[in-house]
Each structure stands twice: as C-alpha cells, then as structure tokens.
C-alpha cells in the first residue's frame, strides 16, 4: 500500500514539447488565419453618363404665397363660414347705412374718382340725396348715371375748391335747389410728396395743398354749417390722413395741411355740439386711388381699396364718432408721444429708404438710389441701413 511522505509535492504531469508542436502542426487553419490575405483582381465599371440637372422650380413671390394660402383658406369650411358670417354683417350694416342716410342730403367732394366715387355709390345705394363736387364735369356724369341707373338720387356739379369763389357758387347753388345739407363729406385732396430740401424754392406747395386740403374744406363747411345749426342736426366727415398720426418724412406739405384741418374740427367740435351738429375726421392709411398712381414705390406697400376706404367713411356715417383710425395710426401716435426719439430714429429709416422720384427732385439734381419695388427688395434694403457699418 502505497504511503503519502509529508511534505513533498507530488509532480504534474506535463505534456512534452514534442507533443505541444505536434498539436500546433495538427491544428487546422492556424497558420493560414495569420497568413497574408491574396490580393484579389479590381473590377472596374465604365462610369455612368450623368443625366442633365433638372431646372429648378421658380420660388413664387410673397404675394403669390398669400394669395394661395387666402385662397385655400377660402376655400375650406372656416373660410365659408366666415364670408356667411361677413355677408351677414354687411347686410346688417346696409340697413343701418339705410336708416340713417335715406332722403338725406349727403355732400361728397372728389366724387368723380377713388373713395369719393366708392362713397357716392354706396349712399345713393342706401337712399341718400347724394351731391356730388368735383373738377371734371364728364367723370361726374358718369357717377350720376350709375347712381340713377340703380334708383339712387344724385345730383353733380361741377367745381374746382381750390377757388373760394368757386366755393361760393357751389355753396349758393346747393342751398338754392336743396335748401340745406345734412351730411357734409369733405373729400378732394392733393396730395404732394417731396423733400423739404427739395422745397426750399417750391414755397407755392404748401400754398396748393393749404388752398385745397384746409381752406378749400373750410369755405364748405362755413357755407354748410349755418343751416345745420340752424335745424340743430348735421354731420361734417374731413378725410384726414394716418400721415397727422405717424407724421412721415417728405410729406410735410401735405401733412401740415391735413393736420390744419385736424385742429379746425377738434376746436370746433365743443362749440357744435350743443346743437348736434358732430364733427369725425377719419385718419386714412394708404389707398390705392389715382391721386398715388404716378408713385411708382407704393407698389410695395400694402394699401386699402377704395371699397374697404368707403366702408371705413360709411362706418363713421352711422356711428358718427369723434375719430376713426387704423392700428398703424394710433401706435405711431403713441410712439411720437411716448419715445419720440425712437420714432425719429425709425422715420428717419424710411426717410432713406424711401427717395425722393425724379419729379419730386426736378431736373439736374442728383439721382438717389432707387426706390425698392417689391416685400423683399424692402425688407433688404432696410436691413442694410438699420445695420449700415456693422460686420458680421
């Protein structure tokens, strides 16, 4: 029986060299795995003929972009809903224009064009006796004829209210045949954009645009207003413009006239109303009438209609407030009130964003860079003032 001696190790059996190269010899793919790889043959194929790039789709214009979206939006049930409901209110406006204008007699200068012609339209439509002023005896006519062609009642005459004399006639005329007036809208107007660099040797300007704007609304309303207090019932509407609000560069001419009318009505306001006789005066933004036709930069800022300008003098007519205006109107007020230095700031932007056009300069003056045309142009040049010296 074998006997285990304390404190010696019994030896492990190790496999001999020979044996372990033997193993490795017998292993398959030891050596191939760390052999290198054969260079294996390039296949190479004949390149493919490019097919020409595709042209590009045209990138539509801002406005073609809202157009679309207005139409889409026209088109689904929200939108039908709305012009239901907008022809709804407009049917209720109607009637209400009806009951306060019907066998009244209603006043409108400028009537052979722009939103005189709109306003003429729709009070001989509501039942207004409705007296039409302006220059050109043959458009006035035509006024007259597409009101009595619907049923309305109108009567034209023709006067130039830059002359007081003229003024007198008419004045003296209407009275004599209608005996007296109940809804004076004084509308005609000149409109004169330039410089006041480029007035310094125009003084008569300021004279045409005072003579027509403020003294030539003045002489109708001194004629008018008599009678109105008289019978102790009468409406005066001047057709002022957002300019008396925002104040804009190279219109100080025409805005200073305007706003000479402003002041009038405000003063003359309390004197009249014991005898409800009201004054309104209706801050118009931009419309796209004749008189900025020539003004070829207008055409990249957004601009009411005539219509939707007559609806905002027929909305003072049966509501009779003390002033309308737009948004834009009141918050250029606000800033020139609140930071006037801001406003400056921004005015004197759009002061050379916006040159004088080569009437406005006259003959051998240099040439300005050129208005911009359109949204985009707009928005470019602006950001190139704003941001004039600055590097990015």
Sequence with gaps: MATKIAGTKTP???????????ARKARPGAREATAAPEPQAVITKAPRPRRPALPLPPVPSPVVVVKTVAKAIEASPVGKAG????????SRRAAMLSRRVRNKHVVVTGASSGIGLDCALKLGAAGATVILAARTPSKLQETVERIRADGGKAFAYACDLSDMADCDRFIEKVLQEHRHVDILINNAGRSIRRSVKASFDRFHDFERTMQLNYFGALRLIFGFAPKMLERKSGHIINISSIGVLASPPRFSAYVASKAALDAFSWCAAPEFADANVRFTTINMPLVRTPMIAPTRLYDALPALSPDAAAEMV????????????????????VAQAVAPGISEFILNQAFRLFPDSAAAR???????????????????KLFAQVFSGVHW
């Design 12 to 22: 492990r059996n190790k496999t001999p060299a020979a044996t372990k190269t033997a």
């Design 83 to 90: 012009a239901v409901t907008s022809a709804v209110l407009r």
């Design 362 to 380: 006259g003959p051998g003056d240099a040439e300005e860079e050129p208005a911009p045309r359109s949204p985009a142009d707009l928005a470019r």
């Design 314 to 333: 027929m909305s003072a007519v049966i509501d009779k407030p003390k002033r309308v205006a737009t948004g834009l109107g009141l918050t250029g007020a």
